[in-house]
């Protein structure tokens, strides 16, 4: 799955800078903070498929997006807290409508934000935000 969040970064950062990878060969490899956030969203799958299809059924997006930190952010509702669960990332449930409202994403790239979604049956649609920036990455569900 690692490979499968590298392959899904887009439009913020460098994927290689989300998964700090090391500049120069005799600098030892930090763990990457994905590997943490790829078992959590293994553990978490079915929460967050059910989240996702509640955004949907209910109407109020089209495009859930889930927000991954390990710190305090205050953006969407929080699903699935890291102190309470003893994991290493917090989720956050959002929506399109809410990136747009809060400046995350601007308003004139909505469309290619839509054209790059992919399916929410499918994906899982996560905004991570790490300390040296965020990134989309799209996850298939399990």
């Known amino acids: 799955m ?3 969040l590298k392959t899904y970064c887009l439009l913020i950062m460098n994927p290689e800078e989300l998964l700090n990878t090391p500049n120069e060969p005799s600098q030892p490899a930090a763990e990457s903070p994905l590997i943490s956030l790829e078992r959590d969203l293994k553990f978490f799958n079915d929460s967050i498929r059910e989240v996702a299809t509640e955004i949907m059924v209910e109407g109020l997006s089209n495009y859930p997006i889930f927000v991954a930190h390990q710190h305090e952010l205050q ?4 699903i699935l807290d890291r102190h309470d669960l003893n994991s290493s ?3 956050h449930a959002s929506t399109l409508e809410e990136f747009l409202e809060r400046g995350v994403i601007k ?3 909505r469309e290619r934000f839509v054209d790059t979604y992919k399916n929410p049956n499918k994906f899982i649609c996560v ?3 790490t300390p040296e920036g965020a990134n989309f990455v799209f996850v298939p569900y399990q």
């Open 127 to 129: 905004f991570v935000v």
């Open 107 to 109: 308003k004139e790239l």
């Open 2 to 4: 690692l490979s499968l």
């Open 75 to 78: 953006l969407g509702e929080v």
């Open 89 to 91: 990332w917090s989720i």
